[in-house]
């Protein structure tokens, strides 16, 4: 894995000096970290009560967890609330993901080869960089009822003199979606491109001289092997979408904090109600991580469990060259 | 069959045809990318009353106007646009450096040296690298109240120092870019470990280093959710804080307001992004970091 010298390094008993170079990064993650987080585990067991300016703590099992689970009489505000972040995740993700594959496809399509290709990228990738908390922002003061896009589409009769965005559900669900949709697709297009490139143009030209069509390479060449890639923008777009914050915290909050999404509490994702209770109700903030820790888990695993499995697959294709790429290309397709 | 005998005998005419359809989506796509950015700027120009009538697509001659009212307005927010950007100057450069040299010290670390942990530290970074912040939030506020650092900016700084997927990137690097046998000339030279790390190693890494620490510092420019758990004075507040602030009641009456407010806070990093793209939309198909 690490070429031949190390071995003559060892000889030379250099080796120790491995754990003066790895030891910032222990001792900084074991207490920022890994100490937090067993810690985290901790304090969900215990009721925080304040009273005049007093906390009272005490230890109460697996109470939070049935809170918040709806099974002690409460409403079931984590699954109500993990419920909002995946509805708008998911409408963000499927087209987010069809259409990077298209636009990677173009651009990558040695047929018909698009000029500009690189300022095609750099504007798509735009929006990724601009700090979510403005855009979310300057979506609300344009899409609220009185924002200037609102106003327009009515005067169009687009749109009915009384519609809101702001007071439907699934207006503002969906705008949600929209955002993220739009600030992530030129992400995902960026790795799908880097992921074709790195197919082996031979296999196109195998296709092509089997009688291929676009369609029929697409489909049984490039997504075949773009299966890691797909795999990696998956996970990381539905963990990184679990911890959804800046853009709803921002967008269609109650005006009386709280961070309370509207309409009716519709639009609350799990990272808003952690915030929410984190300094009145640590345990059960705490609980709500905690689960959401035990989700992620879940899916890394079955990520780690998949991405093994055609890891192996490319080891037995390319022999001793496959651990290597396999794991390049499981970090977005980079093949350096 | 039939489709398949086709497929070669694609014409001129039906290349340009696609090629017309693609660069017109393509198009389309650059311009809505770029577009609610565009209304933005035309809106910090325009009349409240003007705004709430619809859209326009030329600049108005409200600009000035418009400035002397949210410089007016910000004063009851504790804090200024421009001293929360400072602020977040002030979290995001030192938490970029410690960032990027902490991950080049580790993966070296790992890349070069053979110990017995070597495998279990580098699968414990492959590991972590998924976890997400919000998962141990609560810890950490609760570990910043016990050390006193609530309300101050350490907490915000210090843990730059393990970004797992830095250290992976770093070490995917050094693996295609970093020939042992230039460690081994430096230690015949009489070369300490470190020294020849931070002389020899460290120069070689600068396009590595260079790339990560864009994002990195866009990043934790961008970051609202810790920031939020630990920061409570108003004059300490970051420049997302501040955004977050745009959105009280009394900021919404006047559009004007609220539009040249988000203009000044979006610029820095339109500004930094086009004059860097070439260099990040290269890092993010390198595997680039996000969060």
């Given at each position: 894995m690490n070429g031949k010298n190390p071995k003559k390094l060892k000889s030379n008993n250099y080796g120790k000096y491995g754990y003066f170079f790895i030891l910032p990064f222990l001792i900084v993650y074991l207490l920022f970290s890994l100490w937090p987080l067993l810690s985290t585990f901790y304090y969900s067991f215990f009721e925080y009560i304040t009273r005049n300016l007093k906390t009272t703590i005490s230890w109460t099992g697996l109470n939070n967890y049935i809170n918040i689970l709806g099974l002690g009489g409460d409403k079931a505000y984590f699954l109500k609330y993990l419920g909002n972040t995946l509805r708008i995740w998911i409408f963000n993700f499927i087209p987010q993901v069809l259409l990077a594959l298209l636009i990677a496809a173009w651009l990558t399509d040695s047929r018909v080869r698009m000029k500009r290709g690189g300022l095609y990228k750099v504007m798509v990738y735009m929006p990724n960089i601009i700090t979510a908390a403005s855009i979310s922002l300057l979506f609300y003061a344009l899409l609220s009822k009185f924002g200037p896009i609102i106003s327009t589409l009515k005067d169009w009769g687009w749109l009915a003199a009384d519609a809101d965005i702001m007071t439907s559900k699934w207006g503002t669900s969906l705008t949600l979606s929209f955002i993220l949709f739009w600030m992530w697709y030129g992400n995902s297009t960026l790795l799908l491109i880097a992921g074709m490139l790195g197919i082996n143009p031979s296999l196109y030209e195998a296709a092509d001289i089997d009688g291929a069509n676009g369609f029929n390479k697409f489909f049984h060449v490039t997504l075949p092997l773009l299966k890691p890639v797909l795999l990696y923008v998956l996970i990381t777009s539905i963990i990184g979408g679990l911890q959804l914050y800046d853009i709803p915290a921002l967008f269609n909050t109650s005006t009386g904090g709280g961070l309370l999404g509207l309409p009716d509490d519709t639009s609350t994702t799990a990272a808003m109600y952690i915030m929410r209770l984190h300094s009145s109700d640590t345990g059960r903030a705490a609980a709500v991580s905690v689960l959401l820790f035990i989700i992620t888990l879940i899916i890394s695993l079955v990520f780690f469990r998949l991405f093994r499995d055609s890891d192996e697959y490319k080891q037995a294709k390319k022999g001793r060259r496959g651990k290597k790429s396999a794991l390049t290309s499981g970090k977005g397709g980079a093949q350096a | 069959m039939k489709e398949a005998s086709n497929a070669?005998?694609?014409?001129d005419k039906a290349v340009l045809r696609s090629k017309i359809i693609r660069a017109f989506v393509l198009i389309f796509l650059c311009l809505l990318s770029l577009l609610p950015f565009y209304l933005m700027f035309v809106n910090s120009t325009r009349a409240s009353n003007d705004i709430k009538a619809g859209i326009s697509f030329m600049f108005g001659s409200q600009l000035q106007e418009n400035l002397a009212n949210f410089a007016s307005k910000q004063v009851g927010l504790g804090v200024t646009v421009l001293q929360s950007m400072l602020n977040s100057f002030t979290v995001a450069l030192p938490a970029t450096l410690l960032s990027v040299y902490f991950s080049a010290l580790t993966a070296y670390g790992i890349h070069v040296y053979n110990f017995k942990l070597k495998h279990f530290a580098w699968g414990f970074i492959l590991a972590v690298m998924m976890v997400p912040t919000q998962v141990f939030a609560i810890g950490f506020y609760k570990f910043m109240i016990q050390l006193d650092l609530?309300?101050?900016?350490w907490p915000l700084i210090i843990?730059?120092?393990?970004t797992p997927a830095v250290v992976f990137f770093m070490r995917q690097y050094l693996r295609g870019s970093l020939p042992l046998e230039i460690i081994e000339a430096a230690r015949i030279d009489g070369s300490g470990e470190f020294h020849t790390f931070n002389t020899i190693v460290i120069p070689m890494m600068k396009p590595a280093i260079a790339t990560q620490a864009i994002f990195q510092f866009v990043a934790s420019w961008n970051n609202l959710f810790m920031p939020s758990l630990i920061i409570n004075s108003s004059n300490k507040k970051t420049l997302t804080m501040f955004v977050q602030m745009l959105t009280a009641e009394s900021f919404k009456t006047d559009y004007g307001i609220v539009f040249v407010g988000l203009a000044i806070t979006i610029l820095p990093m339109f500004l930094m992004y086009f004059l860097l793209s070439k260099y990040i939309v290269a890092g993010v198909a390198l595997g680039g970091v996000k969060e």
């Open positions: - | 070669p005998a694609i014409t609530i309300d101050t900016y843990p730059a120092i393990t």
